[in-house]
């Protein structure tokens, strides 16, 4: 799956200024309760709109328990990859040979010692997190070609979202075979005209 285009549409009757919180969701069992905001989009009036990019080419970093990053790596499915430390400092060193899983990215801590935390970006962004790898763990990913999105009052790009958050979020979108497409976002308001928000995929290209 190449990058693909999504320009989110406010057409609601929002008057409170909501977050749009967008996210996708570890398809791996033990991963439920760490859920990254990976596109939090803010101030967008009605009429306005935000254009952003999906994509499945994900980079992958390990980051150490004092705040250091190793240099992301472009990262798929059936890629295992070796936290060691090299040359004075940890890196990532790919797995050479038959894949240990063709439908998971995999990342496992090779250090004698130290935890780390396997970070996965989409597009720029954190989209997923392992924390607290000690040494021979391993932290697997793996997500759906959807999206969640919803309409939020608390949500910070990059951190964790509270689960109660999560589980409020019903809409799920599918990016299978699309190229391009408007999020349009309706409903809202005021009193007892008021309508829970929906989300609607509109002038979608196909590949």
């Not at 009429?47 to 990019?53: K, R, S, V």
Request: hydrophobic share 40%.
């Amino acid at each position: 799956m190449s990058d693909i285009s999504l320009n989110f549409i406010n057409r609601s009757e929002d008057e409170s200024n909501v977050k749009i919180l967008i996210f996708q969701k570890n398809t791996l069992p033990g991963y439920e309760d760490l859920t990254i905001a990976w596109r939090v989009i803010q101030n967008c009036g009605r009429g306005d709109n935000h254009p952003f990019i999906y994509s499945t080419d994900f980079a992958l970093s390990a980051s150490d328990e004092w705040g250091n990053y190793t240099p992301r790596v472009v990262a798929g499915y059936g890629d295992t990859w070796y936290a060691v430390y090299e040359n004075y400092g940890n890196v990532l060193k790919q797995k050479s040979g038959a894949s240990l899983d063709p439908d998971r990215l995999v990342m496992i801590n090779k250090l004698g010692k130290g935890t780390l935390a396997a970070n996965v970006y989409c597009a720029g962004n954190l989209l997923a997190l392992k924390t607290n790898m000690a040494p021979g763990d391993k932290a697997m990913f793996n997500f759906d070609p959807t999206i969640w999105i919803g309409a939020v009052t608390e949500a910070e790009e990059g951190q964790k979202v509270k689960k109660e958050i999560v589980d409020g979020i019903s809409t799920e979108l599918t990016l299978t075979g699309i190229k391009s497409a408007d999020i349009v976002m309706t409903g809202g308001g005021k009193g007892a005209k008021a309508t829970p928000f929906d989300f609607q995929l509109e002038n979608v290209v196909e590949e």
